[in-house]
């Protein structure tokens, strides 16, 4: 089983930045896939960006250029930092583990774990 709690959401004026946390519990953290993915009120859950084991990164083009995914294994846990944040981007963002993974996956259905979930609204 592996646990997953996002952290660093909030309110932030459009242009501005927030950095995402999703702490991982587990001893093989090193070994997942790791995504993120956001939702927004009566939209279905979409794809925002993924990082393979081997750190080989994806983004959805929504963000491409303004966000960026990384990990730090030492730590179990991967972060995504916002920059350049527009109203669109207003979601609940969630954290997701694929435990078994060569690279990475851009479909929800296709990860393993999930954590609850951090509310990002960027106003205009």
């Known amino acids: 089983q592996v646990q997953l709690v996002e952290s660093g959401g909030g309110l932030v004026q459009a242009g501005g930045s927030l950095r995402l946390s999703c702490a991982a519990s587990?001893?093989?953290?090193?070994?997942?896939?790791m995504g993120w993915f956001r939702q927004a009120p009566g939209k279905e859950r979409e794809f925002v960006a993924a990082?393979?084991?081997?750190?080989?990164?994806g983004y959805a083009d929504s963000v491409k250029g303004r966000f960026t995914i990384s990990r730090d294994n030492a730590k179990n846990t991967v972060y995504l930092q916002m920059n350049s944040l527009k109203p669109e981007d207003t979601a609940v963002y969630y954290c997701?583990?694929?435990?078994?993974?060569?690279?990475?996956?851009?479909?929800?259905?296709?990860?393993?774990?999930w954590g609850q979930g951090t509310q990002v609204t960027v106003s205009s």
């Open positions: 997701a583990a694929q435990v078994i993974a060569l690279g990475y996956g851009s479909e929800a259905y296709e990860y393993d774990y």
């Open positions: 990082i393979s084991r081997r750190h080989s990164a």
């Open positions: 587990g001893r093989t953290f090193s070994n997942y896939a």
